[in-house]
């Protein structure tokens, strides 16, 4: 059974999603802030869960700093919940480590889509699955394999939603992606449901990239969408 830990400081929001989340055949576990799993991390453990369902407004430590220190340790998949819904408010959960957002009042189907899509993607680059796809995409020195990405045959830490987004690119080289089709094939969004997820997760892969010396390039397409360059062949 998938383990899901929702961290959430209001008691009924709190216990209405962890009955959803048990309706549907998940392990629900519930914690009113970040410190029990705060503790856990510096203790050296592991996060002990498939996702966390974290609300960004937390009074004690607030999400995003929750979630900058979350990142330190584990790849784990993190769906943000908030009751803000502008622009700014999900550009920032996104560039901070999240792999989905999600705004308040929770809608159950829609929370549900999301989970089981993100518990999807992080299954499937951990067990592999030749059947629907190559096991190992390639291009220039970066190298998706089994569940990780490897540059210059070393390891660069990536969620399993960068991860995924990275091997989509990477099986259409050269190729400009519209920023709808992402949304639809990547997240299973219809056009212009949270449409910045596609832009800023996009970014956030492009950051990890080009330090770690990725000899392919994120190319932004204005008014179109994203494109992944191989590396220029000398002449």
Same mark, same amino acid.
């Given at each position: 059974?998938?383990?899901?830990?929702?961290?959430? =400081?209001?008691?009924?929001?709190?216990? !209405?999603?962890?009955?959803?989340?048990?309706? $549907?055949? #998940?392990?629900?576990?519930?914690?009113?802030?970040? +410190?029990?799993?705060?503790? $856990?991390?510096?203790?050296?453990?592991?996060?002990?869960?498939?996702?966390? /369902?974290? =609300?960004?407004?937390?009074? &004690?430590?607030?999400?995003?700093?929750?979630?900058l220190r979350v990142r330190e340790r584990s790849c784990v998949?993190?769906?943000?919940?908030?009751?803000? =819904?502008?622009?700014?408010?999900?550009?920032?959960?996104?560039?901070?480590?999240?792999? *989905?957002?999600? +705004? %308040?009042?929770?809608?159950?189907?829609? /929370? /549900? !889509? %999301?989970?089981?899509?993100?518990?999807?993607?992080?299954?499937?680059?951990?067990?592999?699955?030749?059947?629907?796809?190559?096991?190992?995409?390639?291009?220039?020195?970066?190298?998706?394999? &089994?569940?990780?990405?490897?540059?210059?045959?070393?390891?660069?830490?990536? +969620?399993?939603? @960068?991860?995924?987004?990275?091997? #989509? #690119?990477?099986?259409?080289? *050269? &190729?400009?992606?519209?920023?709808?089709? /992402?949304?639809? *094939?990547v997240w299973g969004l219809p056009d212009g449901v949270e449409?910045? +997820?596609? *832009? @800023?997760?996009?970014?956030?892969?492009?950051? &990890?990239? @080009?330090?770690?010396?990725?000899?392919?390039?994120?190319?932004?397409?204005?008014?179109?969408? #994203?494109?992944?360059?191989?590396?220029? @062949?000398?002449?």
């Amino acid at each position: 059974m998938q383990r899901i830990l929702y961290i959430e =400081d209001d008691d009924s929001l709190r216990g !209405a999603v962890r009955l959803v989340l048990e309706n $549907a055949g #998940y392990e629900a576990v519930t914690q009113p802030d970040g +410190t029990q799993l705060l503790e $856990a991390l510096f203790r050296g453990e592991e996060v002990g869960c498939h996702l966390i /369902l974290l =609300d960004m407004g937390l009074p &004690k430590m607030d999400g995003t700093a929750l979630l900058l220190r979350v990142r330190e340790r584990s790849c784990v998949p993190v769906l943000a919940l908030s009751g803000q =819904d502008d622009e700014l408010s999900v550009i920032d959960a996104l560039t901070h480590g999240c792999d *989905d957002y999600l +705004t %308040k009042p929770v809608r159950p189907a829609l /929370l /549900l !889509a %999301k989970v089981a899509a993100l518990l999807r993607r992080a299954r499937f680059e951990g067990e592999g699955d030749g059947a629907k796809r190559p096991r190992v995409l390639e291009l220039g020195n970066v190298r998706c394999g &089994k569940g990780e990405c490897r540059i210059d045959g070393l390891p660069v830490a990536l +969620t399993p939603t @960068e991860l995924e987004l990275l091997r #989509y #690119y990477l099986a259409r080289p *050269d &190729k400009t992606v519209p920023r709808s089709q /992402l949304l639809l *094939d990547v997240w299973g969004l219809p056009d212009g449901v949270e449409s910045r +997820t596609a *832009d @800023e997760m996009t970014r956030r892969l492009r950051r &990890k990239l @080009e330090p770690a010396g990725a000899s392919v390039s994120l190319r932004s397409v204005w008014g179109v969408g #994203y494109r992944l360059e191989g590396p220029c @062949e000398e002449t």
